[in-house]
């Protein structure tokens, strides 16, 4: 049930306001996101995010959010390829470690088995030996993931087996988490 609220100026009623609140309606830090760079990046919007390269500058590419991802973050995560390359263009920071789970472009690329995504970053100077906050290695989280296509192009790397043998914060090397043997067999 809706009530309304009048307010009155000189005897006369001026406006009326809803007391139900609007459920629809949007904070200002959502609407904030949705004029964002990151949010461009999370929907794969090119000529957006080179709109907002383009107003604010280069620097705008390792912009944090509040939840603190940079714009890499996102693209990577989503598969991108195209966004991650423009990033990566203006100088996006291809390491970028958020503040709480220590996660970097690297490894939401590898979680979602963006292979082409991964090749990128690493081309770019991405370090596959960076851990998160569980000690995880992108390779860690490309075998819990089951993604077969990075663990493929992890496997190309000249020092594959020193991140073969880096262990998590449960002692566990990255190869111990594969969950089908078809993953486990890339390691024989």
Do not use: W
Request: glycine share 4%; proline share 3%.
């Amino acid at each position: 049930m809706s009530t309304h609220d009048t307010h009155n100026h000189d005897g006369k009623s001026c406006c009326s306001h809803s007391s139900t609140p609007n459920l629809y309606a949007q904070t200002l830090d959502e609407l904030d996101f949705e004029k964002s760079i990151h949010y461009a990046c999370l929907n794969n919007d090119i000529n957006r995010v080179k709109t907002i390269i383009s107003k604010k500058g280069g620097s705008t590419v390792n912009e944090i959010d509040s939840t603190g991802y940079a714009p890499l973050h996102y693209a990577a995560r989503k598969g991108y390829l195209d966004i991650c390359r423009i990033l990566i263009d203006y100088g996006a920071d291809v390491n970028a470690i958020t503040p709480e789970l220590f996660s970097t472009p690297l490894h939401r690329a590898s979680t979602y088995n963006h292979s082409k995504v991964v090749t990128s970053l690493l081309s770019s100077g991405a370090k596959p030996e960076l851990q998160d906050s569980d000690g995880k290695t992108c390779l860690h989280k490309a075998c819990e993931n089951g993604s077969k296509d990075v663990i493929l192009t992890l496997k190309k790397l000249n020092d594959f087996e020193s991140l073969l043998r880096i262990k998590d914060k449960n002692e566990r090397i990255a190869s111990e988490y594969c969950k089908h043997e078809e993953i486990l067999k890339l390691f024989e």
